[in-house]
């Protein structure tokens, strides 16, 4: 089975600040893994995944993550955030593509 | 291209009840699967649909069904509600051709008193 654990809760930022969310899997297997944010009274949009190949997998509104093999983790960055990041993002991991596994997910919020 | 589709966005049961939620995959999927997602927490997958059978299951009881439909749309079917059925339930659909990563829909909001 596989698990994810996102190690920060909650993240606030100022705006134009960089922010990073870490996020560590747990499988026996190779996985799949993806980035989701979740705007207030909203579904998922998916950020950026990684299938194989590159290691860093760059994504919309200017996120990228790297994918470390060794440490199974795969955290999420960005340079400079807006308020308009603020909101709940999760990573999540699959095995061939199967179900998707969900962290417990990182709030973000972005302070002027 | 459409996205994933569901309603109702809102419902309220009373404890007991029945329910029927709705989904329209996106265009060219053909795989769909719905996720329970309690407040402040992750989504918890339910099960998976591929060609219209039931494909895998998570950790819910058998009170919870679905079905998919020729056209790749998918209901999820709730018998005997409980209040701590009381969460949004997000259909998902995606294609082995794409190879990874599912569309979500909005998530259908169910309140169960």
């Known amino acids: 089975a596989q698990s994810v654990t996102q190690l920060d809760s909650q993240v606030p930022v100022f705006e134009e600040a960089p922010v990073e969310l870490r996020c560590n899997y747990s499988s026996s297997v190779s996985v799949y893994l993806f980035w989701y944010v979740q705007y207030p009274n909203q579904g998922l949009q998916l950020l950026l995944k990684y299938l194989s190949g590159s290691t860093l997998v760059k994504g919309i509104n200017g996120f990228e993550a790297e994918f470390n093999k060794s440490q199974t983790s795969f955290h999420l960055r960005k340079p400079s955030v807006h308020i308009s990041d603020t909101a709940e993002y999760f990573c999540?991991?699959?095995?061939?593509?199967?179900?998707?596994?969900f962290g417990a997910g990182t709030t973000v919020t972005v302070r002027a | 291209e459409t996205g994933v589709t569901q309603s109702p966005t809102h419902l309220i049961k009373t404890r007991g009840q029945q329910v029927t939620l709705r989904c329209s995959s996106q265009?060219?999927?053909?795989?769909v699967s719905w996720y329970q997602q309690a407040l402040g927490q992750g989504p918890q997958f339910i099960f998976q649909y591929y060609r219209e059978e039931e494909n895998g299951r998570g950790n819910f009881p058998p009170r919870f069904s679905g079905l998919q439909f020729p056209n790749y749309s998918s209901e999820l079917n709730v018998n005997a509600l409980e209040l701590d059925d009381s969460a949004l339930y997000l259909c998902?659909?995606?294609?082995?051709?794409?190879?990874?990563?599912?569309?979500f829909g909005s998530g259908t909001r169910l309140t169960v008193v």
């Open positions: 265009s060219g999927h053909n795989t």
């Open positions: 999540a991991v699959s095995v061939n593509d199967y179900k998707l596994s």
């Open positions: 998902a659909s995606s294609s082995y051709k794409e190879g990874g990563g599912y569309t």
